[in-house]
């Protein structure tokens, strides 16, 4: 059962032991009221989750915490104590450290300069670099946050960027940590690392607030959690009287599948087969190094990794964005890799369909319409022609808005310009123009980056069903939940290279996480290329 | 070519590389926040004019060289209000600007001296005068190193080694002090600077001020020491080679002190054509040696001199994201 439980009117009774409380936070942006009376209580020493769709309101809340914005009405009590907080340095005197899922570093500075900027002592740099230079030898010797102080945090992996971050809070003698999406960008060991640092923070008395939509990182990590809903709070439960089924179905305001239901799968020929895929960036650095494998019709071919590994040079080539070398046969066609016919469109005509990592960047363009989304790539296709010289646009809006039907876009108005629409939306929209269009070989891209849950079951179940229709498809992203659940083979990219190929069935995301991190030797017998 | 015509060439390498090193260490505060400026140009000549004026009307060039900021720092404002605070494009404020200027000191001056948009020739204590620097006539006799300090080292107007001396105090600003680490930090990452709880707002102000301030003094040095008054379009395109020079110097204090004299160079050596014709043995035409900096500063933005990295959030105002 989930009790839901009015923390803020619980916490008068022993203010102190809170080190946060919110009691009637809102805060509307025009007409769009992103908080609505929010309360919540943090005991001190406690992990406490939030979890939420995207535009639940997470991020207006903590922003409101930090000081970026000015709620329009409520209050904030640290420690017991009413406090305003109208910028961040305030946030960052009472105490608060935040780590935002986009860090806030300056590149080419070193660790050091990152974590003094901002809290100098006095006017020349030297006397503050050599203080923080100490204090961060005893934090990374306190909490496991290794990271040498003169590296150039763009030399850094993204893990150890993170520890930069929360080092950055430590300093700043932060009592109570927020956490945004932390393990967003993290391996699944980098991940664990990040949760045995919160633990032993904890362990030291501090407050943590971990925003996050991954709810097994809920169930593992924390000790409370509070779910939002289209602004307001719905519920705040102990972690452990409550389940991930019954928190997804708070978030969502009905029931959700979070395991996809899919049949066996029936692989039939091969439809796309890649030899030797090799890309080099501009650099000259090869970031695809020698990739082969075949899709069949009919099965989802999974590739896991860490984000860089070569996973999106290997979706640009094959989308024919990039060039490369080595071979790639659609049906029995060698496709261009470079020169004259290596493109989107050639590839589109040739069957390929091609939902890209970067929806923003790639998949549409912003400022354009919905309905002009949606041709977008397939615009010379026959149906969409009036005549020899003009598009036949009713035709594409009629269209248009068939597919918003089908996917269930929000709100279903063509006309609307691609950046009003919410990010699951947006996805939908690309995801139906690719579907759609019928191709052989449908390469996916990190289908549910940024996209709310419910949306996330409901693409889900639209690439299995193309699955089953008999198509093939090759299914690229970090999120290992969703590889494992729609894959039926998975290959592992580490270093521009495949580390063999897996069963869903048979895997774990112990041996995946080792392999995505360039460990081979996992022990297990390999799932063979021809499953 | 004998010793004294090199120590001549070296000389005027100084005068005429000095506004090309004072534009160049202003446009490195602004672009280094994250405001690119393209206006440096118009600055110079609202200062120059300003400055030209004020002296011609008081006969002070002290008062010249106040009213010369003071005239780069109303542009300089306007640049950042435009830029920081409206948000608005900066390449287009800076060209707008440099419009203004180049109308507007014309009218001015012409109001004001009726001269055809020139102030009144300036002498005595209207302009800065070359100032001889300790014990310069007593080494002048030791050999090679006498002459130089004479005829090279001494001898320039106080603004031109203000100018010198502006280049460690802003390596010193830029490396060694919590205003410098904030004022790169504010160039590459805005976002970081405003989480660490300080104003980028503010700092962007700050530099784009110390922007206008050394504008006004590449001004001032233009009307009141290079030459004895204003005159329409004085500045010549100072302010672009200068931008072109902070560019080729990778937006580094010493590099932009070494990249304006080497512009300077070309300059001064655009003025002896007999010079170069005596070197090279061909006649090299004077606007050959003008469009050098450009040409140089293009190869250097094609990544022949190794590679120019402008600050990463420059040209971009900053917004808060949700």
């Given at each position: 059962?989930?009790?839901?439980?009015?923390?803020?009117?619980?916490?008068?009774?022993?203010?102190?032991?809170?080190?946060?409380?919110?009691?009637?936070?809102?805060?509307?942006?025009?007409?769009?009221?992103?908080?609505?009376?929010?309360?919540?209580?943090?005991?001190?020493?406690?992990?406490?989750?939030?979890?939420?769709?995207?535009?639940?309101?997470?991020?207006?809340?903590?922003?409101?915490?930090?000081?970026?914005?000015?709620?329009?009405?409520?209050?904030?009590?640290?420690?017991?104590?009413?406090?305003?907080?109208?910028?961040?340095?305030?946030?960052?005197?009472?105490?608060?450290?935040?780590?935002?899922?986009?860090?806030?570093?300056?590149?080419?500075?070193?660790?050091?300069?990152n974590i003094v900027l901002g809290a100098e002592e006095g006017f020349a740099l030297n006397t503050s670099l050599s203080k923080a230079r100490k204090a961060l030898a005893d934090l990374s010797h306190e909490y496991e946050l290794n990271v040498d102080p003169d590296a150039i945090i763009e030399d850094l992996s993204v893990g150890h960027q993170q520890r930069v971050e929360i080092l950055k809070a430590l300093y700043r003698q932060a009592e109570i940590l927020i956490l945004d999406e932390p393990t967003g960008v993290l391996t699944p060991a980098e991940a664990d690392h990040l949760f045995?640092?919160?633990?032993?923070?904890?362990?030291?008395?501090?407050?943590?607030?971990?925003?996050?939509?991954?709810?097994?990182?809920?169930?593992?990590?924390?000790?409370?959690?509070?779910?939002?809903?289209?602004?307001?709070?719905?519920?705040t439960v102990k972690t452990t009287d409550s389940s991930p089924e019954q928190l997804a179905e708070l978030m969502v305001g009905r029931k959700v599948l979070l395991d996809v239901a899919k049949g066996p799968a029936n692989p039939g020929p091969v439809v796309l087969s890649v030899e030797n895929l090799r890309v080099q960036d501009e650099q000259k650095v090869e970031r695809l190094k020698g990739v082969s494998f075949e899709i069949r019709a009919g099965e989802v071919l999974g590739i896991a990794g860490v984000a860089g590994n070569g996973q999106s040079e290997l979706l640009a080539a094959l989308g024919g964005i990039q060039k490369a070398t080595g071979s790639v046969t659609l049906k029995g066609q060698p496709l261009p890799l470079s020169g004259p016919g290596a493109d989107g469109r050639t590839r589109r005509e040739a069957g390929m369909g091609h939902i890209p990592e970067d929806r923003q960047l790639l998949g549409l363009i912003m400022d354009f319409t919905a309905w002009e989304n949606s041709a977008l790539g397939y615009h010379n296709a026959a149906k969409y022609q009036k005549n020899l010289l003009l598009m036949d646009n009713t035709a594409i809006r009629a269209d248009t808005e068939a597919k918003m039907a089908t996917f269930d876009v929000r709100p279903p108005i063509p006309s609307l310009a691609a950046k009003n629409f919410s990010g699951g939306n947006q996805q939908k929209i690309v995801v139906?123009?690719?579907?759609?269009?019928?191709?052989?070989?449908?390469?996916?891209?990190?289908?549910?980056?940024?996209?709310?849950?419910?949306?996330?079951?409901?693409?889900?179940?639209?690439?299995?069903?193309?699955?089953?229709?008999?198509?093939?498809?090759?299914?690229?992203?970090?999120?290992l939940d969703e590889i494992l659940s729609l894959s039926d083979r998975i290959a592992v990219m580490f270093d521009g290279q495949l580390m063999g190929f897996r069963d869903p069935e048979t895997t774990n995301e112990r041996e995946l996480g080792l392999l995505m991190a360039g460990v081979t030797d996992t022990s297990k017998p390999d799932a063979g290329k021809a499953a | 070519m004998d010793y004294a015509t090199l120590l001549q060439i070296l000389d005027s390498t100084i005068r005429l590389g000095t506004p090309l090193l004072l534009a160049?260490?202003?446009?490195?505060?602004?672009?280094?926040?994250?405001?690119?400026?393209?206006?440096?140009?118009?600055?110079?000549?609202?200062?120059?004019?300003?400055?030209?004026?004020?002296?011609?009307?008081?006969?002070?060039?002290?008062?010249?060289?106040?009213?010369?900021?003071?005239?780069?720092?109303?542009?300089?404002?306007?640049?950042?209000?435009?830029?920081?605070?409206?948000?608005?494009?900066?390449?287009?404020?800076?060209?707008?600007?440099?419009?203004?200027?180049?109308?507007?000191?014309?009218?001015?001056?012409?109001?004001?001296?009726?001269?055809?948009?020139?102030?009144?020739?300036?002498?005595?204590?209207?302009?800065?005068?070359?100032?001889?620097?300790?014990?310069?006539?007593?080494?002048?006799?030791?050999?090679?190193?006498?002459?130089?300090?004479?005829?090279?080292?001494?001898?320039?107007?106080?603004?031109?080694?203000?100018?010198?001396?502006?280049?460690?105090?802003?390596?010193?600003?830029?490396?060694?002090?919590?205003?410098?680490?904030?004022?790169?930090?504010?160039?590459?990452?805005?976002?970081?600077?405003?989480?660490?709880?300080?104003?980028?707002?503010?700092?962007?102000?700050?530099?784009?001020?110390?922007?206008?301030?050394?504008?006004?003094?590449?001004?001032?040095?233009?009307?009141?020491?290079?030459?004895?008054?204003?005159?329409?379009?004085?500045?010549?395109?100072?302010?672009?080679?200068?931008?072109?020079?902070?560019?080729?110097?990778?937006?580094?204090?010493?590099?932009?002190?070494?990249?304006?004299?080497?512009?300077?160079?070309?300059?001064?050596?655009?003025?002896?054509?007999?010079?170069?014709?005596?070197?090279?043995?061909?006649?090299?035409?004077?606007?050959?040696?003008?469009?050098?900096?450009?040409?140089?500063?293009?190869?250097?933005?094609?990544?022949?001199?190794?590679?120019?990295?402008?600050?990463?959030?420059?040209?971009?105002?900053?917004?808060?994201?949700?």
């Open positions: 059962m989930v009790e839901k439980t009015d923390v803020g009117r619980q916490a008068t009774a022993a203010p102190s032991s809170y080190a946060i409380e919110l009691k009637g936070i809102s805060k509307a942006f025009g007409p769009v009221q992103a908080n609505r009376d929010i309360n919540i209580a943090v005991p001190r020493g406690t992990i406490h989750g939030i979890i939420g769709e995207n535009g639940a309101g997470k991020s207006t809340l903590m922003s409101i915490l930090y000081g970026f914005y000015k709620a329009d009405a409520g209050e904030i009590l640290i420690n017991g104590t009413p406090t305003t907080i109208p910028d961040s340095q305030s946030a960052i005197r009472a105490g608060i450290g935040m780590v935002f899922q986009h860090f806030k570093l300056v590149q080419n500075f070193t660790v050091l300069e045995r640092i919160l633990a032993s923070l904890k362990a030291q008395g501090k407050t943590i607030i971990l925003i996050t939509h991954k709810l097994r990182e809920i169930m593992e990590a924390t000790d409370h959690v509070s779910v939002m809903r289209r602004g307001t709070m719905v519920a139906a123009r690719e579907i759609e269009s019928n191709p052989d070989i449908l390469l996916i891209g990190q289908p549910t980056r940024g996209v709310d849950i419910g949306a996330i079951e409901f693409i889900h179940k639209q690439i299995i069903a193309l699955r089953d229709a008999g198509k093939a498809i090759l299914l690229v992203s970090v999120e | 160049c260490l202003a446009g490195l505060y602004s672009e280094r926040s994250g405001i690119f400026d393209i206006g440096l140009e118009g600055k110079m000549l609202a200062a120059a004019m300003a400055s030209g004026a004020v002296a011609a009307l008081t006969g002070n060039v002290w008062l010249g060289l106040l009213a010369g900021i003071a005239a780069s720092m109303i542009f300089a404002l306007i640049h950042g209000l435009a830029s920081i605070t409206f948000r608005g494009n900066q390449l287009i404020s800076g060209v707008a600007l440099n419009f203004v200027a180049s109308g507007i000191t014309v009218l001015i001056a012409q109001s004001l001296f009726g001269q055809g948009g020139r102030t009144p020739p300036l002498e005595g204590a209207a302009r800065f005068n070359p100032i001889t620097l300790p014990f310069a006539e007593q080494v002048q006799g030791v050999p090679v190193i006498g002459p130089l300090y004479y005829e090279v080292i001494s001898g320039h107007p106080i603004l031109a080694y203000i100018a010198f001396l502006a280049v460690p105090v802003t390596w010193w600003l830029l490396y060694r002090t919590r205003f410098g680490l904030r004022l790169r930090a504010v160039g590459e990452n805005p976002a970081a600077v405003d989480t660490a709880g300080i104003s980028v707002t503010g700092l962007r102000y700050a530099a784009v001020a110390i922007t206008g301030l050394l504008c006004g003094i590449a001004g001032a040095y233009m009307a009141t020491a290079l030459q004895a008054g204003f005159g329409r379009e004085m500045t010549a395109g100072r302010g672009y080679i200068a931008l072109a020079a902070l560019i080729f110097a990778k937006w580094r204090p010493w590099q932009a002190l070494m990249a304006t004299m080497l512009f300077g160079l070309f300059q001064a050596l655009a003025l002896r054509p007999d010079v170069i014709e005596g070197i090279a043995g061909i006649k090299i035409p004077s606007a050959a040696l003008d469009a050098l900096p450009y040409v140089l500063t293009v190869l250097a933005l094609a990544g022949f001199v190794g590679k120019a990295t402008p600050p990463r959030a420059g040209g971009e105002p900053y917004v808060k994201e949700r």
